[in-house]
Each structure stands twice: as structure tokens, then as C-alpha cells.
């Protein structure tokens, strides 16, 4: 049974850090596809950055050069280290991952396990 976990959420002013972790069990793909989603209120989930299982990283414009994600293969964590926050920052922060190879898409619908969010709030 394949289980996503989050943490690392919370809040923090603007300019400020935080690192996002999710840990990742019952997930035993040679080939994959892990990305962070977030969730504003009112708005669609959008995908943030992607990581294929060979290190092979992607992100979102509006994130590009402020996030970085990551991940621990020896202890099966997903990481996302998030800098520069801005107020347009604040949501719901979400991993998900799916057996793939190629290309990893923003798109939720290529993804097939997800954790259950944990809340990123930036203030001004």
C-alpha cells in the first residue's frame, strides 16, 4: 500500500523559507514521476516541480530559481526547499507520484498517489 506523507508546513513571512518533506512508503517503481502540487482557495491544483527517478528536475515558472525539490532515496523523501516566499505563495502544498518514465507532467491527472496536503501560509 503506497502511502504519501507531507510535513513541513506552516506560517511565515514574506522573504522568509520553508522545507517541505514527504515521506514516501509502499513504493517500490525503478521508474517514477514525484511532484509537489499546491492549491490555492478558489483556484486549481497546479503543479509546482516534478523529479523523475533520475534526478531529472522541473518547475513551474512562477517558482523557477526561488524552489528547489529534491529527494532522499535512501530514506524515501520527497523535498521541496521553497526561498523568496511571497504572499502568492500561500496554499495547500500536496506530493504525489506515479510509475513513469519519460517525461514528468504538471498535470494532477498523470499522477495516481497523492498525500493529503499540508498548509503553506505567507503573510506581507
Known amino acids: 500500500q503506497v502511502q504519501l506523507l507531507e510535513s513541513g508546513g506552516g506560517s511565515v513571512q514574506a522573504g522568509g523559507s520553508l522545507k517541505l518533506s514527504c515521506a514516501v512508503s509502499?513504493?517500490?517503481?525503478?521508474?517514477?514521476?514525484m511532484g509537489w502540487f499546491r492549491q490555492a482557495p478558489g483556484n486549481k491544483r497546479e503543479g509546482v516541480a516534478t523529479?523523475?527517478?533520475?534526478?531529472?528536475?522541473n518547475y513551474t515558472a512562477s517558482v523557477k530559481g526561488r524552489f528547489t525539490i529534491s529527494q532522499d532515496n535512501a530514506n524515501n523523501t520527497l523535498y521541496l526547499q521553497m526561498n523568496s516566499l511571497t504572499p502568492e505563495d500561500t496554499a495547500a502544498y500536496y506530493c504525489?507520484?506515479?510509475?513513469?518514465?519519460?517525461?514528468?507532467?504538471?498535470?494532477?491527472?498523470?499522477?495516481?498517489?497523492w498525500g493529503q496536503g499540508t498548509q503553506v501560509t505567507v503573510s506581507s
Open positions: 509502499g513504493y517500490d517503481y525503478i521508474y517514477y514521476c
Open positions: 504525489a507520484a506515479v510509475p513513469a518514465s519519460g517525461v514528468c507532467f504538471f498535470s494532477e491527472q498523470h499522477y495516481n498517489y
Open positions: 523529479i523523475d527517478s533520475d534526478g531529472n528536475t
